[in-house]
C-alpha cells in the first residue's frame, strides 16, 4: 500500500482484509490520490482517479439537473470484478473511495466495510490546519530561509 497521509493506513488495511477487495483508492474529489493499494503502475492509479472523479461529479451534477442530490454512491458490476465509487466527507473535505472487488466477495459486504472504513477514517483524520495569512515581510524571509535549505548556503 501507498499512501501520502499516514492515518489512513490502518482503515484501509482493515477494510481490505474485512471485504476481500482486490484495488483500493482513495482520492480528493479533484482526484489527487491520497492512498493506493493492488495498482501495478502509476499510470493506472492517474487514470483510474481522473475517471472516478469525473464519474462522481458527471453523475452528481445529473442528479442535480434532475433535481436528485441523492445521486451518490455507485456499482458497476462486470463479468469478472465489480467496482463500487464512494464519495464521502472527512474533517479535511470530500473524498472518494474507488474500489474493485472479484467474485471471492460480494459488493454487500464491499459497502457494509467501506460505511465502516468511511467512519474509521472520519475518526482518525487529523484537525484541519488553519492557514496562516500570507504576509510580504514573512514571505521573502520565509523564501529566503527556503533557499538556503535547498541550496545548502
Do not use: K
Not at 500500500?1 to 477494510?15: A, G, H, L, N, Q
Amino acid at each position: 500500500m501507498r499512501s501520502i497521509e499516514p492515518w489512513v493506513e490502518d482503515p484501509v488495511r482493515t477494510f481490505l482484509a474485512e471485504s476481500a477487495a482486490r484495488v483500493v483508492l482513495l482520492m480528493t474529489s479533484a482526484g489527487q490520490v491520497v492512498a493506493q493499494h493492488g495498482f501495478t503502475r502509476s499510470m493506472d492509479v492517474m487514470s483510474a482517479a481522473a475517471l472516478g472523479a469525473g464519474i462522481v461529479a458527471s453523475t452528481e451534477e445529473i442528479g442535480r439537473v434532475l433535481g436528485d442530490s441523492g445521486l451518490g454512491s455507485q456499482a458497476h458490476q462486470g463479468r469478472r470484478q465489480g467496482i463500487v465509487l464512494a464519495p464521502f466527507m472527512t474533517p479535511l473535505g470530500r473524498w472518494i473511495a474507488l474500489v474493485v472487488y472479484g467474485p471471492e466477495t460480494s459488493l454487500g459486504l464491499v459497502q457494509l466495510f467501506l460505511d465502516r472504513m468511511v467512519t474509521d477514517l472520519r475518526v482518525a483524520a487529523p484537525e484541519p490546519q488553519l492557514a496562516r495569512p500570507v504576509l510580504a515581510e514573512d514571505f521573502e524571509r520565509d523564501l529566503n530561509a527556503s533557499l538556503r535549505a535547498l541550496f545548502g548556503r
